[in-house]
C-alpha cells in the first residue's frame, strides 16, 4: 500500500507539472510512428525526426516501404545508429503488415511483438499513443527515474513494466510513462539530476540517500 500510494502521488505532482500533450516522436499515422520508434532504438529522437521527413516523402506507405529497394533504405537513415538491421526490419515490418493485417498496425501487445524489430517499449508506444490502452513506456530515461524514486531496484525493461503496472492503475499508466520520461529528460539527468528544482525530491529515495 505504501509504493501505491507513493506513486499516486508522485503521478499528480508529474501530472501537474508537464503539458497534457507530449510528443516525442513527429507523426501523422499509427504506421509512422511504428517506424519511428523501431528507428529510435539507441538513437535520439531529434535525429529520428530529421531521418523520418526524408523516408515517409518517399516511402509514405507500408505498401510503399514493403516495396522498397534496402540500399535506398539504408541511405535515407544511415545517420541512426545500426541503420543497416533497421532498414531490414522497417522493410519486413512492412511487408508483414501488408500481408497479414491489412496494412494497418494492430492494436495487441501480442500482434506488435510479432512485427521485426518491434520490442515491448514501441509496441506500448503505439498502444498508449494511438490506441489509447494502458501502457507503460520503459526507456532509459523512465527506467532511471523510477529507480532513483524508489519505485523499482530492476534495469530489466519488462521487469520495471510490470512493477509499475502492479503498483498504477490503469488509467493512469501511459500518461505516468509519458511525464516520467520527460522528467527524466528535463531534470533528472543521468549524470547529475538537477535535484534542487525537482518537485519530487521529498519522495525521492535517491535524494534522501545522497543529502
Same mark, same amino acid.
Given at each position: 500500500m505504501?509504493y501505491?500510494?507513493t506513486?499516486?502521488e508522485?503521478?499528480?505532482?508529474?501530472?501537474?507539472?508537464?503539458?497534457?500533450?507530449?510528443?516525442?516522436?513527429?507523426?501523422n499515422?499509427p504506421?509512422?510512428?511504428?517506424?519511428?520508434?523501431v528507428?529510435?532504438a539507441?538513437?535520439t529522437?531529434?535525429?529520428? $525526426?530529421?531521418v523520418?521527413? /526524408?523516408?515517409?516523402?518517399?516511402?509514405?506507405?507500408?505498401?510503399?516501404?514493403? $516495396?522498397?529497394?534496402?540500399?535506398?533504405v539504408?541511405n535515407?537513415i544511415?545517420?541512426?545508429?545500426?541503420?543497416?538491421?533497421k532498414a531490414? $526490419?522497417?522493410?519486413d515490418?512492412?511487408?508483414?503488415?501488408v500481408?497479414?493485417?491489412?496494412?494497418?498496425?494492430?492494436?495487441?501487445?501480442e500482434?506488435?511483438?510479432?512485427?521485426?524489430?518491434?520490442?515491448?517499449?514501441?509496441?506500448?508506444?503505439i498502444?498508449?499513443t494511438?490506441?489509447?490502452?494502458?501502457?507503460?513506456?520503459?526507456?532509459?530515461?523512465?527506467?532511471?527515474v523510477?529507480r532513483?524514486?524508489?519505485?523499482t531496484?530492476?534495469d530489466?525493461p519488462?521487469?520495471?513494466?510490470?512493477?509499475?503496472?502492479?503498483l498504477?492503475?490503469?488509467?493512469?499508466?501511459?500518461?505516468?510513462?509519458?511525464?516520467?520520461n520527460l522528467?527524466?529528460?528535463v531534470?533528472?539527468?543521468?549524470?547529475?539530476?538537477d535535484? /534542487?528544482?525537482?518537485?519530487?525530491?521529498?519522495?525521492c529515495?535517491?535524494?534522501?540517500?545522497? $543529502?
Amino acid at each position: 500500500m505504501e509504493y501505491r500510494e507513493t506513486i499516486n502521488e508522485i503521478f499528480e505532482i508529474l501530472d501537474a507539472e508537464y503539458e497534457k500533450e507530449i510528443v516525442f516522436l513527429e507523426y501523422n499515422s499509427p504506421f509512422e510512428l511504428l517506424i519511428g520508434v523501431v528507428l529510435s532504438a539507441r538513437t535520439t529522437d531529434r535525429q529520428v $525526426n530529421i531521418v523520418i521527413k /526524408q523516408l515517409f516523402a518517399q516511402f509514405p506507405t507500408p505498401d510503399d516501404l514493403a $516495396n522498397s529497394n534496402y540500399d535506398e533504405v539504408c541511405n535515407i537513415i544511415r545517420s541512426v545508429g545500426f541503420f543497416k538491421v533497421k532498414a531490414r $526490419n522497417i522493410i519486413d515490418l512492412s511487408k508483414m503488415l501488408v500481408s497479414e493485417f491489412g496494412s494497418t498496425v494492430p492494436d495487441t501487445m501480442e500482434d506488435l511483438l510479432r512485427l521485426p524489430g518491434c520490442g515491448r517499449k514501441s509496441a506500448n508506444v503505439i498502444l498508449g499513443t494511438c490506441y489509447g490502452k494502458p501502457a507503460i513506456i520503459v526507456d532509459t530515461h523512465f527506467g532511471r527515474v523510477c529507480r532513483r524514486l524508489g519505485l523499482t531496484d530492476s534495469d530489466d525493461p519488462k521487469k520495471v513494466e510490470f512493477e509499475i503496472k502492479e503498483l498504477l492503475d490503469k488509467p493512469k499508466q501511459y500518461r505516468f510513462s509519458m511525464v516520467g520520461n520527460l522528467h527524466g529528460r528535463v531534470v533528472c539527468y543521468p549524470r547529475k539530476p538537477d535535484c /534542487q528544482r525537482c518537485k519530487l525530491a521529498g519522495l525521492c529515495r535517491f535524494f534522501a540517500e545522497e $543529502n
